[in-house]
């Protein structure tokens, strides 16, 4: 099974940048999307960014364009959000997670099967 793990969460100031990394280990993603979603309080989970595993495809939320990549690396088993010029708006705990369905789905947090278990991102005015 599947197993997520998320770091790089923390407090920075508005205009500052954060890596996220999405540590996975327990099976394999060659066929899998795999995708960021954030949630801020009292706010439902929304899409952020997602990436296919083989690399050749990437979506992004429309909030985040410009500001926010995704990448992966095979050696390490591990996705990472690049989050460039962040906005107090950007506030909230950050998860990745495993989709299996393909591309049709990467926006909807329903199709998503495996997840991790959050980290926090501060941006203060």
């Known amino acids: 099974q599947v197993q997520l793990i998320e770091s790089g969460g923390g407090l920075v100031q508005a205009g500052g940048s954060l890596r996220l990394s999405c540590a996975a280990s327990?099976?394999?993603?060659?066929?899998?999307?795999m995708g960021w979603f954030r949630q801020a309080p009292g706010k439902e989970r929304e899409f952020v960014a997602a990436?296919?595993?083989?690399?050749?495809?990437?979506h992004y939320a429309d909030f985040v364009k410009g500001r926010f990549t995704i990448s992966r690396d095979y050696a390490k088993n591990t996705v990472y959000l690049q989050m460039n010029s962040l906005k107090p708006e950007d506030t909230a705990v950050y998860f990745c997670a495993v989709e299996p369905l393909g591309t049709d789905y990467v926006t909807r947090a329903y199709a998503y099967d495996h997840w991790g278990q959050g980290t926090q991102v501060t941006v203060s005015s």
């Open positions: 327990g099976g394999t993603l060659s066929n899998y999307v």
């Open positions: 990436i296919a595993w083989s690399g050749r495809y990437t």
